[in-house]
């Protein structure tokens, strides 16, 4: 798992700004952050148990980490875009990337109602799968917009319409996975 950084972050950096084959350039930097999340996870978990004070320093760190993300992937980057495999500065995007998974471990970890909910653990259990098949759900919408309204959806930039597309998404993938799963456990026997 250790190795495999080193080589993401190579490939990152060589192939990122490339438009490969089926988005296929964008695999490196995810699989980084996916690796980059269960390692701080382990970390999190060997470590947090033995950190006195801990409450104190969570206090400080959350608010520390809110603002790194903030400044560098907001305020000294550009726009970054997964699709358009468009990350601008590679520093600052690490950066915020690894403030962003280390808030969200902390939330995650201290907020009880976030870490036994149902609903959030089921779709971190499909985590992968939701993230390999998005872009393919939102291409296919990009494609029914412009059939039926002669416009892409993805040139109207709109909270809500990010977040009813998000919704919608992954409650479709989560039912995709759901069937494959009957079929499956049917066909096992």
């Not at 080589?7 to 990152?12: D, E, K, M, Q, T």
């Not at 490969?20 to 690796?35: D, E």
């Not at 992968?128 to 872009?135: C, K, V």
Request: net charge positive.
């Amino acid at each position: 798992k250790y190795l495999c950084i080193p080589i993401l972050l190579v490939l990152w950096i060589f192939i990122s700004g490339n438009n490969v084959f089926l988005k296929l350039n964008i695999v490196p930097v995810c699989l980084l952050f996916y690796i980059l999340g269960n390692i701080f996870n382990q970390i999190y978990d060997r470590y947090s148990k033995t950190i006195n004070n801990k409450h104190k320093i969570l206090f400080l760190v959350v608010p520390l980490l809110i603002c790194i993300n903030i400044l560098f992937g907001i305020v000294l980057n550009k726009r970054i875009t997964f699709t358009g495999a468009d990350f601008g500065n590679v520093f600052y995007c690490g950066l915020a990337a690894i403030s962003g998974i280390l808030f969200y471990l902390i939330l995650f970890q201290k907020v009880r109602f976030l870490r036994t909910n149902r609903i959030l653990m089921y779709m971190g259990k499909n985590s992968l799968i939701i993230m390999a098949t998005q872009y393919w759900l939102f291409t296919i919408y990009d494609v029914i917009s412009e059939r039926l309204f002669g416009a892409s959806i993805w040139h109207y930039r709109n909270t809500f319409k990010a977040l009813i597309v998000c919704i919608v998404t992954i409650i479709f993938i989560c039912a995709i996975i759901e069937f494959f799963r009957k079929i499956s456990v049917g066909n096992s026997y």
